[in-house]
């Protein structure tokens, strides 16, 4: 049984960075792309940035461009999201989600993501 299991999130100010991580299980990691996508109140949920296969390949939306930062390591099964220069706008539950594929490329539609983590909390407030 596939799964994903997130780790970090929290408060932090204005400026701030966090780290959110993805471990996955059940399956081997190298031949999934990996997503990060985000849910605030009342919107719909929205991808944020993805990872190929590989690592070779990355993905980011335009709001999180320049500050984001997606990695990946295959031999512990993680993927990560280095987050910095946060913005409260940037307040939402995030999830990881796993999209099985047969090429190195990844994608930021919600809909080729079959598998998806818990989701956490991160609030960029002061």
């Known amino acids: 049984q596939l799964e994903l299991v997130q780790s970090g999130g929290g408060l932090v100010q204005p400026g701030g960075s966090l780290r959110l991580s993805c471990a996955a299980s059940g399956f081997t990691s190298d031949y999934y792309a990996i997503g990060w996508f985000r849910q605030a109140p009342g919107k719909e949920r929205e991808g944020v940035s993805c990872i190929s296969p590989s690592g070779g390949r990355s993905g980011y939306a335009d709001s999180v461009r320049g500050r984001f930062t997606i990695s990946r390591d295959n031999a512990k099964n993680m993927v990560y999201l280095q987050m910095n220069s946060l913005k409260p706008e940037d307040t939402a539950v995030y999830y990881c989600?796993?999209?099985?594929?047969?090429?190195?490329?990844?994608?930021?539609?919600?809909?080729?993501?079959?598998?998806w983590g818990q989701g956490t909390q991160v609030t960029v407030s002061s």
């Open positions: 989600a796993a999209d099985r594929r047969s090429n190195d490329y990844c994608s930021l539609l919600r809909s080729m993501f079959d598998y």
